[in-house]
């Protein structure tokens, strides 16, 4: 079973590719995924799919003693799931992008260092051949 099961069978095919995502509910009783996807260059594939998700509705009492109701509009479970794993996927690149930055700089700091080290090292010699 892959990882990330409900993308899968959302007709997600390539899932590290994914960069982002949006979510709206432009009416009370839907959902519009909109997951980004970073492409290879000259891919045919395109680099935003949308995918859209129904809420269920039920009935709430939201006044006892009047007897009043309220539609409630629930999200998607399958929905649910596909947030949690593209959350997953996008978490992970960022601490990787943050790791990456943080290794860049140490290394800087690093060749800063030998860099000075060795600058050291030829006023030494430069002293001896005077």
Known sequence: MSQYSTLNSMGVQNPLQIIGYTLTQPLPDMDILRIRYERPKGSFLPVVRSYTFGRSQRT?????????????????????????????????????????????????????????ELNSLRQLIERLDS
């Open 60 to 116: 709430q009492v939201s006044d006892g003693a009047m007897n009043q109701a309220a539609l409630i509009f629930e999200i998607s479970p399958v929905l649910s799931k596909a947030i949690l794993e593209l959350d997953s996927i996008v978490q992970a690149k960022q601490d990787r992008s943050e790791l990456k930055l943080q290794i860049l700089g140490e290394l800087e700091r690093v060749q800063e260092e030998l860099n000075a």
